[in-house]
Protein backbone atom coordinates (compact mmCIF):
# COMPACT_ATOMS: atom_id res chain seq x y z
CA UNK A 1 0.00 0.00 0.00
CA UNK A 2 1.55 3.21 -1.21
CA UNK A 3 1.66 5.89 1.75
CA UNK A 4 1.76 9.53 1.69
CA UNK A 5 5.20 11.01 2.01
CA UNK A 6 5.91 14.25 4.28
CA UNK A 7 8.05 15.46 2.17
CA UNK A 8 4.90 15.79 -0.16
CA UNK A 9 2.47 17.75 2.20
CA UNK A 10 3.88 21.31 1.13
CA UNK A 11 2.49 20.79 -2.11
CA UNK A 12 -0.49 19.32 -1.45
CA UNK A 13 -1.25 21.97 0.81
CA UNK A 14 -0.05 24.44 -2.48
CA UNK A 15 -2.88 22.15 -4.22
CA UNK A 16 -5.37 22.10 -1.99
CA UNK A 17 -5.29 26.11 -1.82
CA UNK A 18 -5.57 26.81 -5.27
CA UNK A 19 -8.41 24.04 -5.60
CA UNK A 20 -9.64 26.30 -2.62
CA UNK A 21 -9.24 29.33 -4.90
CA UNK A 22 -10.49 27.79 -8.66
CA UNK A 23 -14.32 27.23 -6.39
CA UNK A 24 -15.26 31.06 -6.74
CA UNK A 25 -17.33 30.95 -9.60
CA UNK A 26 -18.04 34.08 -11.82
CA UNK A 27 -20.45 34.40 -14.24
CA UNK A 28 -21.28 37.69 -16.58
CA UNK A 29 -24.62 38.31 -17.56
CA UNK A 30 -26.48 41.08 -19.02
CA UNK A 31 -27.84 44.36 -16.35
CA UNK A 32 -29.01 45.90 -18.78
CA UNK A 33 -28.27 48.91 -21.30
CA UNK A 34 -26.89 52.64 -21.27
CA UNK A 35 -29.54 55.41 -22.55
CA UNK A 36 -26.82 55.46 -25.83
CA UNK A 37 -27.45 51.72 -26.60
CA UNK A 38 -24.51 50.18 -25.00
CA UNK A 39 -24.61 46.81 -22.98
CA UNK A 40 -23.91 47.31 -19.51
CA UNK A 41 -22.67 43.86 -17.91
CA UNK A 42 -22.55 42.21 -14.42
CA UNK A 43 -20.61 40.07 -12.65
CA UNK A 44 -21.67 37.55 -10.34
CA UNK A 45 -18.52 36.10 -7.78
CA UNK A 46 -19.70 33.48 -5.62
CA UNK A 47 -17.59 31.62 -3.22
CA UNK A 48 -19.12 29.03 -0.90
CA UNK A 49 -21.78 30.54 1.00
CA UNK A 50 -20.74 34.15 0.12
CA UNK A 51 -21.58 36.15 -3.34
CA UNK A 52 -20.99 39.44 -4.76
CA UNK A 53 -22.31 40.61 -7.91
CA UNK A 54 -20.03 43.56 -10.24
CA UNK A 55 -21.82 45.97 -12.86
CA UNK A 56 -19.74 47.30 -15.61
CA UNK A 57 -22.06 50.76 -14.78
CA UNK A 58 -19.87 52.86 -12.89
CA UNK A 59 -17.56 49.96 -11.08
CA UNK A 60 -20.87 48.95 -8.77
CA UNK A 61 -20.94 46.57 -6.02
CA UNK A 62 -24.45 45.73 -6.20
CA UNK A 63 -24.67 42.66 -3.94
CA UNK A 64 -23.15 40.87 -1.46
CA UNK A 65 -25.23 37.79 -0.13
CA UNK A 66 -23.81 36.53 3.50
CA UNK A 67 -24.87 34.06 6.05
CA UNK A 68 -25.86 34.79 8.96
CA UNK A 69 -25.14 32.35 12.51
CA UNK A 70 -27.77 30.03 11.67
CA UNK A 71 -27.09 30.00 7.94
CA UNK A 72 -30.01 32.57 6.39
CA UNK A 73 -28.75 34.37 3.92
CA UNK A 74 -29.37 38.38 3.32
CA UNK A 75 -28.30 40.93 0.87
CA UNK A 76 -26.55 43.48 2.90
CA UNK A 77 -25.61 46.08 0.14
CA UNK A 78 -28.31 48.68 -0.66
CA UNK A 79 -28.73 49.35 -4.50
CA UNK A 80 -31.31 48.60 -7.43
CA UNK A 81 -32.52 45.47 -9.19
CA UNK A 82 -31.15 46.84 -12.89
CA UNK A 83 -29.03 49.78 -14.22
CA UNK A 84 -31.83 51.89 -14.52
CA UNK A 85 -32.07 52.60 -11.17
CA UNK A 86 -28.58 53.43 -11.15
CA UNK A 87 -28.41 55.40 -13.66
CA UNK A 88 -31.28 57.64 -11.71
CA UNK A 89 -29.10 57.71 -8.79
CA UNK A 90 -27.71 60.49 -6.88
CA UNK A 91 -26.58 58.63 -3.38
CA UNK A 92 -23.28 56.82 -5.09
CA UNK A 93 -24.71 53.36 -3.89
CA UNK A 94 -21.90 51.10 -4.76
CA UNK A 95 -19.91 52.95 -7.45
CA UNK A 96 -16.25 53.24 -7.58
CA UNK A 97 -15.75 57.04 -6.83
CA UNK A 98 -13.51 58.96 -9.07
CA UNK A 99 -11.31 60.91 -10.28
CA UNK A 100 -11.14 62.10 -6.52
CA UNK A 101 -13.35 60.84 -3.30
CA UNK A 102 -14.68 63.52 -1.20
CA UNK A 103 -15.08 66.93 -1.08
CA UNK A 104 -12.58 69.58 -3.01
CA UNK A 105 -13.20 73.08 -1.91
CA UNK A 106 -14.95 75.72 -4.04
CA UNK A 107 -14.07 73.06 -7.20
CA UNK A 108 -10.60 74.15 -7.72
CA UNK A 109 -7.34 73.40 -6.78
CA UNK A 110 -4.18 74.14 -8.18
CA UNK A 111 -1.40 72.14 -9.43
CA UNK A 112 2.05 72.78 -10.85
CA UNK A 113 1.20 75.87 -10.73
CA UNK A 114 -1.51 75.87 -12.71
CA UNK A 115 -5.44 76.12 -11.44
CA UNK A 116 -8.09 73.37 -12.24
CA UNK A 117 -11.81 74.55 -11.97
CA UNK A 118 -13.84 71.24 -11.62
CA UNK A 119 -17.87 71.26 -12.00
CA UNK A 120 -19.84 71.63 -9.02
CA UNK A 121 -21.97 69.35 -7.47
CA UNK A 122 -22.11 70.24 -3.78
CA UNK A 123 -23.06 73.98 -3.20
CA UNK A 124 -19.85 75.63 -4.10
CA UNK A 125 -17.96 72.80 -4.03
CA UNK A 126 -16.96 69.40 -6.32
CA UNK A 127 -17.95 65.91 -3.99
CA UNK A 128 -16.69 62.75 -5.90
CA UNK A 129 -15.11 63.69 -8.85
CA UNK A 130 -18.12 65.94 -10.18
CA UNK A 131 -21.99 65.01 -11.54
CA UNK A 132 -20.21 62.37 -14.15
CA UNK A 133 -17.70 60.92 -11.94
CA UNK A 134 -16.41 57.28 -12.42
CA UNK A 135 -19.70 55.71 -10.79
CA UNK A 136 -21.43 57.18 -13.83
CA UNK A 137 -19.00 55.59 -16.49
CA UNK A 138 -19.38 52.74 -17.97
CA UNK A 139 -16.03 50.43 -17.55
CA UNK A 140 -14.76 47.54 -19.61
CA UNK A 141 -15.27 44.62 -17.77
CA UNK A 142 -13.08 41.04 -18.08
CA UNK A 143 -13.13 37.92 -15.86
CA UNK A 144 -10.42 36.71 -14.14
CA UNK A 145 -9.47 34.13 -12.22
CA UNK A 146 -11.71 34.60 -8.56
CA UNK A 147 -13.17 37.69 -10.22
CA UNK A 148 -13.54 40.74 -12.42
CA UNK A 149 -11.47 43.38 -14.01
CA UNK A 150 -12.47 46.49 -14.76
CA UNK A 151 -10.75 49.10 -16.70
CA UNK A 152 -12.03 52.97 -17.43
CA UNK A 153 -9.62 55.45 -19.22
CA UNK A 154 -10.58 58.97 -18.22
CA UNK A 155 -9.54 61.62 -20.59
CA UNK A 156 -7.49 64.88 -20.38
CA UNK A 157 -9.57 67.49 -19.14
CA UNK A 158 -12.89 64.95 -18.30
CA UNK A 159 -14.33 66.91 -15.41
CA UNK A 160 -11.33 69.47 -15.29
CA UNK A 161 -8.69 67.27 -13.86
CA UNK A 162 -5.52 67.18 -15.98
CA UNK A 163 -3.93 64.33 -17.54
CA UNK A 164 -5.52 61.11 -19.81
CA UNK A 165 -5.64 58.49 -16.43
CA UNK A 166 -6.27 55.09 -16.86
CA UNK A 167 -8.16 53.23 -14.10
CA UNK A 168 -7.58 49.18 -13.21
CA UNK A 169 -9.96 47.43 -10.44
CA UNK A 170 -10.03 44.31 -10.04
CA UNK A 171 -12.47 42.56 -7.76
CA UNK A 172 -11.80 39.23 -6.42
CA UNK A 173 -13.75 37.07 -3.79
CA UNK A 174 -11.83 34.33 -2.04
CA UNK A 175 -13.53 32.78 0.97
CA UNK A 176 -14.89 35.55 3.69
CA UNK A 177 -12.78 38.19 1.54
CA UNK A 178 -13.98 40.32 -1.35
CA UNK A 179 -11.16 42.22 -2.48
CA UNK A 180 -10.78 45.70 -4.19
CA UNK A 181 -6.96 46.13 -5.57
CA UNK A 182 -7.00 49.81 -7.61
CA UNK A 183 -4.14 50.80 -10.13
CA UNK A 184 -3.45 53.73 -12.08
CA UNK A 185 -1.51 55.57 -14.59
CA UNK A 186 -1.26 59.10 -16.05
CA UNK A 187 0.36 60.89 -18.93
CA UNK A 188 0.05 64.50 -17.85
CA UNK A 189 0.47 65.31 -13.67
CA UNK A 190 -2.68 65.25 -11.58
CA UNK A 191 -4.63 64.16 -8.27
CA UNK A 192 -6.16 61.10 -7.61
CA UNK A 193 -8.34 59.35 -4.86
CA UNK A 194 -10.26 56.53 -5.36
CA UNK A 195 -12.75 54.70 -3.38
CA UNK A 196 -16.15 52.09 -3.38
CA UNK A 197 -18.69 53.96 -2.01
CA UNK A 198 -20.76 50.68 -0.80
CA UNK A 199 -23.94 51.64 1.36
CA UNK A 200 -23.69 48.55 4.24
CA UNK A 201 -26.66 46.98 6.64
CA UNK A 202 -25.74 43.68 8.29
CA UNK A 203 -29.16 43.01 9.15
CA UNK A 204 -29.57 43.43 5.26
CA UNK A 205 -30.49 45.52 3.03
CA UNK A 206 -34.15 47.19 3.48
CA UNK A 207 -34.75 46.00 6.74
CA UNK A 208 -34.63 49.49 8.64
CA UNK A 209 -32.49 51.96 10.68
CA UNK A 210 -28.65 50.62 11.54
CA UNK A 211 -28.50 52.91 14.98
CA UNK A 212 -28.23 49.43 17.04
CA UNK A 213 -25.63 48.27 15.24
CA UNK A 214 -22.03 48.47 16.21
CA UNK A 215 -18.81 49.67 14.81
CA UNK A 216 -15.18 49.61 15.96
CA UNK A 217 -12.94 52.38 14.12
CA UNK A 218 -9.09 52.03 14.77
CA UNK A 219 -8.16 55.80 14.98
CA UNK A 220 -7.47 58.23 17.05
CA UNK A 221 -7.73 61.03 14.96
CA UNK A 222 -10.38 62.90 12.73
CA UNK A 223 -10.01 65.63 10.42
CA UNK A 224 -12.49 68.03 11.68
CA UNK A 225 -14.51 69.87 8.74
CA UNK A 226 -16.24 73.05 8.59
CA UNK A 227 -20.09 73.74 7.74
CA UNK A 228 -19.58 72.94 4.05
CA UNK A 229 -18.48 69.75 4.87
CA UNK A 230 -14.63 71.05 4.06
CA UNK A 231 -11.30 70.00 6.09
CA UNK A 232 -10.08 72.84 8.28
CA UNK A 233 -6.75 71.12 7.52
CA UNK A 234 -6.64 70.27 11.12
CA UNK A 235 -6.26 66.70 13.01
CA UNK A 236 -8.32 66.03 16.24
CA UNK A 237 -8.14 63.19 18.64
CA UNK A 238 -11.35 61.47 19.19
CA UNK A 239 -10.59 60.35 22.51
CA UNK A 240 -13.83 62.02 24.95
CA UNK A 241 -15.89 62.94 21.50
CA UNK A 242 -18.75 61.55 20.06
CA UNK A 243 -16.41 59.89 17.30
CA UNK A 244 -14.55 57.59 19.54
CA UNK A 245 -14.90 54.10 18.79
CA UNK A 246 -11.85 52.60 19.43
CA UNK A 247 -14.25 49.64 20.39
CA UNK A 248 -17.37 48.05 19.39
CA UNK A 249 -19.83 50.76 19.78
CA UNK A 250 -23.80 51.02 18.75
CA UNK A 251 -23.78 53.49 16.23
CA UNK A 252 -26.83 55.15 18.09
CA UNK A 253 -25.06 56.16 21.22
CA UNK A 254 -23.98 59.32 20.20
CA UNK A 255 -25.10 60.38 16.60
CA UNK A 256 -27.44 62.78 18.21
CA UNK A 257 -24.91 64.51 20.90
CA UNK A 258 -24.58 68.20 20.68
CA UNK A 259 -21.67 68.17 18.77
CA UNK A 260 -21.19 70.77 16.30
CA UNK A 261 -19.24 68.19 13.65
CA UNK A 262 -21.78 65.92 13.89
CA UNK A 263 -24.76 68.71 13.42
CA UNK A 264 -22.25 69.53 10.15
CA UNK A 265 -23.25 66.37 9.04
CA UNK A 266 -26.39 65.77 10.42
CA UNK A 267 -24.77 62.72 11.82
CA UNK A 268 -21.62 60.82 11.19
CA UNK A 269 -20.00 61.79 7.86
CA UNK A 270 -16.11 61.93 9.02
CA UNK A 271 -12.78 60.98 7.65
CA UNK A 272 -10.46 58.85 10.29
CA UNK A 273 -6.96 59.10 10.20
CA UNK A 274 -5.49 55.79 9.70
CA UNK A 275 -1.76 55.41 11.21
CA UNK A 276 -0.82 52.64 8.75
CA UNK A 277 1.48 54.60 6.30
CA UNK A 278 0.79 52.64 3.68
CA UNK A 279 0.01 49.32 4.97
CA UNK A 280 -2.57 46.91 4.93
CA UNK A 281 -4.29 47.58 8.57
CA UNK A 282 -7.34 46.47 9.93
CA UNK A 283 -9.68 50.17 9.63
CA UNK A 284 -12.89 49.52 10.66
CA UNK A 285 -15.54 46.54 11.92
CA UNK A 286 -19.54 46.25 12.02
CA UNK A 287 -21.71 43.88 13.89
CA UNK A 288 -25.29 42.61 13.90
CA UNK A 289 -25.59 41.55 17.34
CA UNK A 290 -29.29 40.11 16.03
CA UNK A 291 -27.86 38.62 13.06
CA UNK A 292 -24.63 37.95 14.27
CA UNK A 293 -22.74 38.96 10.62
CA UNK A 294 -19.58 40.92 11.02
CA UNK A 295 -17.99 43.30 8.69
CA UNK A 296 -14.39 44.01 8.53
CA UNK A 297 -12.47 46.42 6.72
CA UNK A 298 -8.87 46.40 5.59
CA UNK A 299 -6.87 48.68 3.42
CA UNK A 300 -3.63 50.55 2.99
CA UNK A 301 -4.98 53.79 2.33
CA UNK A 302 -4.44 56.73 5.23
CA UNK A 303 -8.08 57.12 5.97
CA UNK A 304 -11.57 55.87 6.30
CA UNK A 305 -14.49 58.07 5.81
CA UNK A 306 -17.59 56.75 7.81
CA UNK A 307 -21.02 57.91 6.78
CA UNK A 308 -24.24 56.91 8.31
CA UNK A 309 -26.86 57.68 5.73
CA UNK A 310 -27.77 61.04 6.48
CA UNK A 311 -29.09 61.84 3.51
CA UNK A 312 -30.68 59.00 2.54
CA UNK A 313 -34.35 60.45 1.29
CA UNK A 314 -36.56 57.08 0.86
CA UNK A 315 -35.46 56.55 -2.24
CA UNK A 316 -37.11 53.19 -3.44
CA UNK A 317 -33.75 50.53 -4.12
CA UNK A 318 -34.13 46.09 -4.16
CA UNK A 319 -37.13 45.02 -4.32
CA UNK A 320 -39.35 47.86 -3.86
CA UNK A 321 -37.58 48.74 -0.20
CA UNK A 322 -37.79 52.20 1.23
CA UNK A 323 -34.38 53.71 1.95
CA UNK A 324 -34.71 55.99 4.39
CA UNK A 325 -32.85 58.45 6.88
CA UNK A 326 -29.58 56.13 8.36
CA UNK A 327 -30.76 53.07 7.08
CA UNK A 328 -26.99 52.10 5.93
CA UNK A 329 -23.27 53.25 6.73
CA UNK A 330 -20.28 53.57 4.14
CA UNK A 331 -16.56 52.86 4.93
CA UNK A 332 -14.44 54.89 2.36
CA UNK A 333 -11.34 54.05 2.56
CA UNK A 334 -9.23 56.40 0.56
CA UNK A 335 -6.93 59.65 0.76
CA UNK A 336 -8.00 62.17 2.89
CA UNK A 337 -10.77 65.08 1.24
CA UNK A 338 -9.65 68.38 -0.15
CA UNK A 339 -5.64 67.05 -0.37
CA UNK A 340 -4.77 69.44 -2.91
CA UNK A 341 -6.05 72.59 -1.04
CA UNK A 342 -3.52 70.76 2.05
CA UNK A 343 -0.35 70.65 1.77
CA UNK A 344 -0.09 69.44 4.97
CA UNK A 345 -1.96 66.56 4.24
CA UNK A 346 -1.22 63.25 2.56
CA UNK A 347 -0.29 63.92 -1.60
CA UNK A 348 -2.86 62.42 -3.66
CA UNK A 349 -0.53 63.94 -6.55
CA UNK A 350 0.26 61.06 -9.68
CA UNK A 351 2.68 61.79 -12.64
CA UNK A 352 3.80 60.16 -15.32
CA UNK A 353 6.00 57.28 -14.83
CA UNK A 354 4.62 56.44 -11.85
CA UNK A 355 1.93 53.90 -10.47
CA UNK A 356 -1.23 54.25 -7.90
CA UNK A 357 -1.75 51.25 -6.63
CA UNK A 358 -4.18 50.67 -3.40
CA UNK A 359 -5.96 47.31 -1.50
CA UNK A 360 -9.08 47.27 0.31
CA UNK A 361 -10.51 44.22 1.76
CA UNK A 362 -14.16 43.92 2.91
CA UNK A 363 -14.22 40.64 4.74
CA UNK A 364 -17.10 38.92 6.03
CA UNK A 365 -17.41 36.57 8.86
CA UNK A 366 -20.20 35.76 11.62
CA UNK A 367 -20.17 35.62 15.23
Known sequence: MLRPSFLALPFLLVLLATVSHAMTNVKKESFGKMPDGRDVDIYTLKDGNLEARITTYGGRLVSVIAPDRNGKTADVILGFDNVDGYLKDTSSFGSLV?????????????????????????????????????????WAGKEIPNGVELTYVSKDGEAGFPGTLTTTVRYTLVGHDLKMEY???????????????????????GSGDILKQEVKINADQV????SGLIPTGKLAPVAGTPFDFKKLTPIGKNIDAQDEQLKYGIGYDMPYVLDNKGKMVAAAEAYDSASGRVLEV????????FYTGNHMDGSIGKGGHKYAFRNAYCFEAQ?????????????????PGEKFHGVTIYRFTIR
Open 98 to 138: GRYAGRIANATFTLDGNAYNLPKNDGPNTLHGGPENFGKQL
Open 183 to 205: NATTDKDTVLNLTNHAYFNLAGE
Open 223 to 226: IPVN
Open 298 to 305: LTDQPSVH
Open 335 to 351: HYPDSPNHPNFPSTELK
